[in-house]
């Protein structure tokens, strides 16, 4: 196959990794039909695909992946930045040179038997402003059929390319070479967990990643490339990369708001970005699920894209109840990883709202269900091309991205955090961003349950550098001259009742909180000022019929004794941990809480 590009450093690099990595051959991606088949019949063919029944489920594939290589991998996730300040206290760092040197051990010859791939790949509609190109190289057809779903892969990418465009490398092996005539036969290809490495080289604007082949892990145009890297690439150049859905929300007259909104993984934004109104004459779309780039345009609002092309969610829980757009969304065109197969060859997962069908049900590692474990993995997820969702918005692919009302954060907080509260000004809402935190159990995460696990802006995996200096970058942003900033806002919709019980129903009916967003975007919302910041009036929510007058005071109480520890913890386990890199406008914003509280 002749070269398709004529870029020197492109074909240097290529040259160079495979002189290194030693494959059988070499395969420069189109991101066409063909490609795509012929990847899924080289998985097939393998015993790593299994296709699904193709009247129910047409064109979609099961993948079932080692069961030592299910999910990110963090502790094994590094930011070699060549000063370890530059890291941060909340990534693990590791000296370039020296981790260049182990990976290039690792990498030499790990791709004999297998084929190298080229994938060129653009991050956001080909040739948007905020748009960026990354290459990855990868022995993975599993990494290539994700791919050409998740980004925009292929010849028009090559063309922005040119001859001397700027692109991210990307270097990914399963670490897991074939002696010859040897084959995957069924097995998962992936390194053992002390040989992974999810690297990423900020200052060099590169990511190597070896011996996984699972999502984030493996895929690096999405967390590696989207966050990490380019939230580095963000901070030197004045923009924002954030893990944050995109929305767009409709009222009834017509009038449109574009929200982001950040939440720790597993908090529910694909449901959010998807979700359904329960108040009549609101719509709600989408633009994105997991990542938002945003840029100033010249009227000083900030404009976002969806750097990504699909989405990459988590199946379990998933039903035509939580979320039947992206029930929809995965009818067809679409790639399982680590879900149930049933007897008539369709896909099954916990909380998929029917009960597992009668016969014999394979559940993720390939073996007949006994029904007592899970039959998927919890993190099993769909991959599926974000224009088969029938809620996307028809400004997805905008290529000047949307302009964004209102930041929205949340976490899971079944006490203190009140349903929702809007920041007095950009510095107490970074402020509020730097506290999220999602209380988590003793049996998830070996923490003393009921305590907070912090992760400032949903992004605590996902800063590419010191979160201090980033905590001074969004301070920074809000200093730009002539912006018009979003709105911020905290919602909490995970609040209980001493008993145990949820105070609010949620999913569909998250739209009430999501219409006095609006509303005090618009300035026509009412509200009272609290010692927390802006919050509803009693009535000003119009409260869904299951939620009694009782539970909705208690959704929007000042809960004073709660804040004053939630400050206490912030001041003695969270904040300290930036040692001098934390904004003292964030510890101002601590002290003047306390005092509004203590008032
Ligand atoms: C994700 C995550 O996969 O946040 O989106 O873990
Ligand atoms: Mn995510």
């Not at 038997?113 to 994938?119: D, K, S």
């Not at 001859?163 to 897991?176: I, M, N, R, W």
């Not at 699920?289 to 699909?310: C, H, R, S, T, V």
Request: with cysteine.
């Amino acid at each position: 196959m002749p070269t398709p590009t004529s870029h020197a450093k492109l074909l240097q690099w290529v040259e160079e990794i495979v002189t290194l990595c030693r494959p059988d051959a070499v395969q420069w991606c189109d991101g066409s039909q063909d490609e795509y088949d012929q990847m899924i019949q080289l998985a097939v063919a393998a015993g790593l695909a299994t296709p699904l029944d193709a009247a129910t489920r047409p064109n979609s594939y099961l993948f079932r992946s080692d069961p030592s290589d299910v999910a990110r991998v963090e502790n094994r996730t590094y930011i070699a930045s060549r000063n370890p300040e530059d890291a941060g206290p909340t990534n693990n760092w590791i000296d370039p040179e020296t981790l260049k040197a182990t990976m290039r051990g690792l990498y030499a010859g790990c791709m004999a038997g297998r084929t190298l791939f080229v994938i060129p790949f653009s991050m956001g509609p080909v040739g948007s402003p905020i748009a960026k190109i990354g290459v990855e190289i990868t022995d993975s057809p599993y990494v290539v059929v994700n791919m050409h779903i998740m980004t925009r892969v292929g010849g028009k990418v090559l063309e922005v390319l040119g001859t001397d465009g700027e692109f991210v490398p990307c270097l990914h092996s399963v670490g897991k070479p074939l002696a010859p005539g040897q084959a995957d036969n069924g097995v998962w290809p992936c390194a053992p967990l002390d040989s992974k490495y999810i690297s990423h080289f900020p200052e060099e604007r590169m990511i190597w990643a070896y011996g996984s082949g699972y999502g984030g892990n493996a895929l690096l145009g999405k967390k590696c490339l989207a966050l990490r890297i380019a939230s580095a690439q963000a901070r030197d150049e004045g923009w924002l990369a954030e893990h944050m859905l995109i929305l767009k929300l409709t009222n009834p007259l017509g009038a449109v708001r574009f929200v982001a909104a950040a939440f720790p993984s597993a908090c529910g934004k694909t449901n959010l970005a998807m979700l359904v109104p329960t108040i009549a004459g609101w719509k709600v779309e989408t633009v994105g699920d997991d990542i938002a780039w945003m840029k100033f345009g010249k009227d000083g609002q900030l404009y976002a894209i969806n750097p990504e092309a699909g989405f990459f969610g988590v199946a379990p829980g998933t039903s035509s109840k939580s979320n039947p757009n992206a029930m929809s969304a995965i009818a067809r065109n679409t790639i399982f990883t680590n879900v149930a197969l049933t007897s008539a060859n369709d896909i099954w997962w916990e909380g998929i709202g029917y009960e597992p069908p009668a016969g014999e049900v394979i559940d993720w590692k390939g073996k007949s269900w006994e029904r007592k474990e899970v039959a998927a993995h919890a993190n099993a997820r769909f991959t599926a091309p974000a224009h088969q969702c029938p809620a996307i918005a028809a400004e997805w692919q905008d290529p000047a991205g949307v302009p964004i009302s209102a930041i929205l954060f949340g976490g899971r907080r079944p006490g203190t955090v009140p349903l929702v509260h809007q920041a007095l000004s950009w510095q107490h809402g970074v402020f509020l961003g730097s506290i999220v935190g999602s209380e988590v159990t003793a049996a998830a995460l070996d923490v003393q349950a009921g305590t907070v696990r912090r992760d400032p802006f949903a992004m605590l995996p996902f800063c590419g550098y010191n979160m201090g200096d980033y905590f001074a970058h969004w301070l920074r942003i809000g200093e730009t001259a002539g912006a018009q900033l979003p709105q911020i806002f905290f919602v909490n919709w995970f609040r209980k009742a001493a008993d145990g019980r949820w105070l609010w129903p949620g999913y569909g009916e998250n739209s009430r909180v999501l219409r006095w967003i609006f509303e005090q975007c618009e300035g026509t919302g009412k509200f009272v000022l609290t010692p927390l910041g802006i919050m509803p009036t009693d009535d000003a929510l119009d409260a869904p019929a299951s939620v009694s007058a009782a539970d909705m005071a208690e959704l929007l109480k000042v809960d004073r004794e709660g804040w004053l520890a939630e400050i206490a913890d912030v001041r003695s386990r969270h904040y300290p941990k930036f040692g001098d890199k934390l904004p003292p406008a964030l510890l101002q914003e601590l002290d003047a809480l306390q005092a509004r509280l203590s008032a």
